[in-house]
């Protein structure tokens, strides 16, 4: 009898392992739909329903439609969606289907010459050819003992760069502007004449109109053809303006990874800031500094650190994330943040646009945090020759103009005065003409050894009277 009950109760026991691992198999392969119990602005309140954080569910209208949206938090049994697109005609209670989707996206050669929405798609209806590998939105992690060290020069095309402000192949460079300083323009130009494998555009929260003339009329056939552009305007939702920049970061990383050296340029890690802060304040989280909640500035490191040089013998990503300066001020969270964690920073000046000078690049404000790592020791003297003879013009501009200062009373003074109208012409280019890393470094050698009484001199490399008086209407601010 013993012995019956004994194996009785083995029975029983593997019936309900059985039964228990079907259950769990089950419940795996089950979708639990929920419904929509509250709509506040941007952010949805759905129950009834699991979703991990980032993943996508279907909601469906009263016209039997269904739209994307995005869990980006939760409460006790309550989940919060952001919308991908514009949801209209929702109903309470309605259908909240978790959706079984990956953080994965399509990327290959064959994205080379499109121009990409947030979600991965041909903004031109194109399809996409060559893109069978897929790679994550979110990156994957790199120890920084094992990257390669910045040890190569970039060429970006742009003299004053070149020669002043000297980028590495894997920096991170902040390119902080207001808006109407030829931004936009500084980009294009680094876009054509970059030595750069490939160029990765990422166009997060900008205007429609900007979109398009960037990438017809600033890159032109010539840009595109080496170059992926994702183009999230400024009418998206802030959920896809996310997903733009994570996007053309996740497409650098790739290129990266096959050995290639990507310059990734983005526009604008401010609006990147600014599309979290709504989904942020959304769904609760309290505001920290001028309005922008803690996770803001989390983000951005996460962001930032993707690009950069991979393990020893492998591609880089060398990248320029604009910042925009509300009010040209430099103490803005955002741009006070990104300062912190890039390796280096271009200012433009709005005062040196107005007087047509291009690119208006502010070489006082502006500093490459590894160039002295990456330039021989003529080279660094040079440039800090020109921005000492360029400053020192700049503190006494006010005296010099006025009449006050007096010819002979300090020498420093009086050479710095020679050499301006050299100095200008030098750092001035026109947007239709590249101008190569040893070609700037010629150039900045000739100009620092020319006789400051002689004013007949000029420096190197496609420039005349013309192109001087030209050169506001050859490089529109944007």
């Known amino acids: 009898m013993k012995l019956a009950n004994k194996q009785l109760n083995l029975d029983l026991n593997q019936r309900l392992k059985t039964a228990q691992n079907k259950l769990a198999k089950r419940d795996s392969d089950t979708i639990v739909e929920g419904k929509l119990t509250r709509v ?3 952010t949805m309140e759905a129950i009834g329903c699991s979703a991990a954080i980032g993943s996508k569910c279907l909601i469906e209208t009263k016209n039997a439609e269904f739209h994307e949206a995005e869990v980006v938090g939760f409460s006790d049994e309550s989940i919060y969606l952001m919308p991908v697109n514009p949801i209209r005609d929702v109903v309470p209670g309605a259908r909240v289907i978790p959706m079984k989707s990956s953080s994965k996206v ?8 499109h121009v990409l929405d947030g979600s991965g798609n041909d903004l031109e209806g194109n399809e996409l050819d060559n893109v069978e590998d897929q790679t994550s939105l979110d990156g994957e992690y790199i120890n920084p003992l094992l990257r390669s060290p910045i040890d190569t020069t970039l060429d970006v095309g742009v003299r004053a760069i070149n020669s002043i402000i000297t980028v590495g192949r894997g920096q991170r460079m902040g390119l902080f502007a207001g808006s109407g300083v030829g931004k936009s323009v500084l980009l294009g130009m680094m876009t054509k004449y970059s030595n750069a494998d490939v160029i990765v555009v990422g166009l997060i929260g900008e205007r429609g109109r900007e979109v398009n003339e960037f990438i017809y009329k600033i890159l032109g056939k010539e840009g595109m053809a080496r170059s992926v552009v994702v183009a999230v305007p ?5 959920i896809m303006r996310l997903h733009g920049a994570q996007l053309a970061t996740s497409i650098a990383e790739y290129f990266r990874s096959l ?3 990507v310059l990734l340029l983005m526009d604008s890690l401010t609006r990147y800031a600014q599309a979290q802060r709504e989904i942020a304040l959304a769904i609760g989280e309290p505001p920290a500094t001028k309005g922008y909640p803690p996770s803001v500035f989390a983000k951005l490191p996460a962001l930032v650190e993707r690009a950069g040089n ?7 990503i060398t990248a320029f994330y604009t ?10 969270p955002i741009a006070d943040a990104s300062r912190a964690i890039l390796d280096g920073h271009v200012v433009l ?4 646009a107005e007087m047509g000078h291009y690119p208006a690049i502010d070489i006082e404000a502006s500093i490459s945090r590894v160039m002295n790592e990456i330039v021989d020791d003529e080279h660094q003297y040079l440039a800090l020759k020109l921005k000492q003879l360029y400053s020192i013009f700049q503190q006494n501009k006010d005296l010099i103009s006025v009449g006050a200062y007096t010819r002979g009373a300090d020498k ?9 109208p050299l100095l200008a012409r030098f750092l001035q280019q026109s947007f239709n003409h590249g101008v190569s890393y040893e070609q700037s470094l010629q150039e900045l050698a000739q100009v620092m050894q020319a006789q400051p009484e002689s004013q007949t001199l000029m420096p190197a490399g496609n420039h005349s009277d013309m192109e001087n008086r030209n050169n506001s209407v050859l490089n529109p601010a944007m």
């Open 40 to 42: 506040i602005g941007l």
């Open 106 to 113: 399509a990327v290959g050669m064959g994205l080379l010459g």
């Open 234 to 238: 400024a009418d998206q939702s802030p």
């Open 259 to 261: 050995g290639l050296h």
């Open 310 to 316: 991979s393990v020893s013998g492998g591609g880089s």
């Open 323 to 332: 910042v925009l300066t509300e009010g040209d001020d430099q103490q803005d």
């Open 349 to 352: 000046s709005r005062s040196l």
């Open 412 to 420: 420093n003074i009086d050479e710095a005065i020679a050499m301006q």
